[in-house]
């Protein structure tokens, strides 16, 4: 099976950075996404880790660490805009199935 | 990026009554699909498992006979929730992948469904 851990719930300020964790336990690994969740729509792909270290695009990067089942999403230069759910999401070997954390609502304040 | 779209948006309907909700992938032939639920304040919840032209795969717990699939062309993917209940109120979400491998999945709009 595949457990899935991040925080419930952040908060940040205008133009700071914020670091959301996530720690996976997987029966196999095939690769770990990031999706941006706004209330009531579709989530929007953000980044995809298959091998360790870090990916960076504009204001947000990600990293993962497959030794350590940990990955972080970072957003740097926060947004009023950027206020929303960011949910990790991994999936298994042999397995295109997304399994998906139960996700982080950030919440950004002027 | 890849385009899914899904319709209808929203939908309120009776006890009782059947509703579809249609997924298709707009510029892409979509081989698999998937449909999700999502309850208030949860993550997605992965249904099933969209193949085209075979029979869906659900996943445990899910119950094949009230969460209709049928992906009839490469295209399009139908989730019917038959004989619907208030339970089933909730925000359904189709994706799908382009192409094969571990690829990033795009996602349809939802589905907000009410049933009352």
């Known amino acids: 099976g595949q457990n899935i851990d991040q925080p419930t719930e952040m908060t940040a300020t205008e133009g700071a950075i914020v670091q959301i964790n996530c720690t996976y336990q997987?029966?196999?690994?095939?690769?770990l996404f990031w999706y941006q969740q706004h209330a009531g729509e579709a989530p929007t792909f953000l980044s995809y880790?298959?091998?360790?270290g870090l990916e960076e695009k504009g204001r947000f990067s990600s990293f993962l660490s497959r030794s350590k089942g940990y990955s972080y999403l970072l957003l740097k230069e926060l947004q009023m805009k950027d206020s929303a759910s960011y949910l990790c999401?991994?999936?298994?070997?042999?397995?295109?199935?997304?399994?998906f954390g139960k996700g982080t609502k950030l919440s950004v304040i002027p | 990026g890849a385009v899914v779209s899904q319709h209808p948006s929203r939908v309120i309907c009776k006890s009782g009554t059947s509703v579809k909700i249609e997924c298709r992938s707009l510029?892409?032939?979509?081989?698999?699909m998937f449909w999700y639920r999502q309850f208030p304040k949860k993550s997605l919840m992965l249904m099933a498992t969209?193949?085209?032209?075979?029979?869906?795969?659900?996943e445990q717990g899910v119950e094949k006979d009230k969460f209709l699939i049928n992906h009839a062309s490469l295209t399009l993917s139908t989730l019917t929730v038959t004989s619907a209940h208030p339970e089933d109120s909730s925000f359904y979400i189709c994706?799908?992948?382009?192409?094969?491998?571990?690829?990033?999945?795009?996602f349809g709009q939802g589905t907000r469904l009410t049933v009352v």
């Open positions: 997987t029966s196999g690994f095939n690769g």
């Open positions: 510029d892409f032939q979509a081989t698999t």
């Open positions: 999401a991994v999936t298994g070997a042999g397995s295109y199935q997304l399994t």
């Open positions: 969209s193949n085209e032209g075979s029979k869906a795969t659900y």
């Open positions: 994706s799908a992948r382009v192409g094969r491998g571990n690829t990033e999945a795009f």
């Open positions: 880790n298959v091998l360790d």
